[in-house]
């Protein structure tokens, strides 16, 4: 599937985004009101069942084909010294996911999720931003049209992320898409210290001195700032949305990766639901730039698409309410 094939494709597919079925939104909102409960008492559940019944086309939307995509890649910026792991644990993780044993296999598997793994060519890192592009002009296409051909026929999708030194990558997309200053968008990612800290907020500014005056379109934020898992998510939440699948949004990283989209058109977020407030300090940041409120917030700072992950298992008590709840008529309960 190649629905970038050109850098203009991708660019003008975001001025021409489709909406949400209205019909199947006002159809579930009427349900709800009709639900033996106080009307709004269920809260966000109410909103997220609304929600799901505009992207998915359907009164009472179902999770069926649930998917969890975990996309891979490396980081030139590494050299460094940005994160506290070494390169290789993005290969050797990438082993783990297929192995069944790192957090998301559990996660995506309690929450009813398939899990595909998609490495992004991890014997070629992306080149350091503060030296060059981080991609050609052709790799980010690839990258793009990989995460988009990765949502195959999912009926609700949970995009993340395994790069060692994406965090650094992350706080420049923020950055490069929302302004402020490095530290605003810098954190501990992995766990560096203080001087590591000072490294990533260098290595930002670095690149984003450099490539100042070429950040002009979402495709080149992404291609000089970015790296290919990044990439990848950007393109499968374009592709969910011209197919109308709602995404999960999950950590600072994946939510960086829709930044700079936001920036050429904000409503490329109205498909996406943000599971959870990572304990990056950027995330929250990040999160009230976009407009969007987090189902969650456990202090989870992982990525894979974790925290999204343990987000659908709300989603799914959503749903439940608002399919198997009987209304005011069937169940002879008096109305307000
Ligand atoms: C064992 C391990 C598993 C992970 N799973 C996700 N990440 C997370 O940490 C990385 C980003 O942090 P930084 O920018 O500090 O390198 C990404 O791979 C992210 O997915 C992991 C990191 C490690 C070490
Ligand atoms: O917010 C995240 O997804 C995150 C934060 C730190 C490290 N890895 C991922």
Same mark, same amino acid.
């Given at each position: 599937?190649?629905?970038?094939? &050109? ?19 006002d159809?579930? $909102?009427?349900?709800q ?6 009307p ?5 559940? @109410? ?11 359907? @009164? ?11 996309? =891979? ?5 590494? =050299?460094?010294?940005v ?18 044993? %790192? ?7 309690? *929450? ?6 998609? /490495?992004? &060519?991890?014997?070629? /890192? ?21 995460? $988009? ?21 992350a *706080? ?11 530290a ?18 260098? !290595?930002?500014? *670095? ?8 950040? !002009? !379109?979402?495709?080149?934020i ?6 290919r898992?990044? %990439?990848?998510? &950007? ?21 960086s =990766? ?7 058109? /904000? $409503?490329?977020? =109205? ?17 009230? $730039? ?6 969650? &917030? ?10 999204? *992950? ?18 005011f008529? @069937? ?6």
């Amino acid at each position: 599937m190649n629905r970038c094939p &050109s850098v203009e494709a991708f660019n003008a597919s975001l001025t021409a985004l489709p909406e949400a079925d209205r019909e199947a939104r006002d159809a579930a $909102a009427a349900r709800q009101g009709q639900l033996t409960k106080p009307p709004g008492s269920l809260g966000r559940l @109410e909103e997220i069942a609304i929600f799901l019944a505009g992207w998915q086309g359907c @009164e009472k939307p179902a999770i069926e084909r649930g998917r969890a995509v975990v996309f =891979a890649g490396n980081h030139g910026v590494v =050299a460094r010294g940005v994160s506290a792991f070494p390169a290789e644990v993005t290969a050797q993780m990438v082993a783990n996911f297929r192995n069944g044993g %790192a957090a998301i296999n559990a996660l995506a598997g309690a *929450a009813g999720l398939t899990l595909d793994v998609v /490495p992004l &060519s991890l014997d070629r /890192p992306t080149a350091d931003f503060t030296q060059a592009p981080a991609m050609e002009a052709q790799e980010c296409l690839a990258a793009l049209n990989a995460g $988009a051909a990765a949502i195959a026929d999912a009926d609700l999708l949970v995009l993340g992320e395994m790069g060692i030194g994406n965090t650094t990558s992350a *706080a420049a997309l923020a950055l490069a898409s929302y302004g402020g200053t490095a530290a605003d968008w810098v954190g501990p990612g992995t766990g560096v210290d203080a001087e590591g800290i000072r490294r990533k907020i260098d !290595t930002v500014e *670095a690149g984003l001195a450099l490539h100042r005056d070429s950040l !002009t !379109t979402p495709f080149e934020i992404l291609r000089r700032l970015g790296g290919r898992e990044i %990439a990848a998510i &950007s393109g499968a939440v374009l592709a969910a949305r011209m197919a109308r699948v709602p995404v999960v949004l999950d950590g600072f990283i994946a939510t960086s =990766a829709i930044a700079p989209l936001t920036v050429r058109n /904000p $409503a490329i977020t =109205a498909h996406c639901i943000a599971g959870h407030c990572s304990a990056e300090p950027g995330h929250r940041r990040l999160l009230s $730039a976009l407009g969007l409120t987090p189902l969650l &917030s456990l202090d989870m700072r992982l990525g894979e698409g974790s925290g999204a *992950a343990v987000a659908v298992q709300i989603i799914r008590a959503a749903l439940a309410a608002h399919g198997g709840m009987a209304t005011f008529a @069937e169940a002879g309960v008096s109305g307000g």
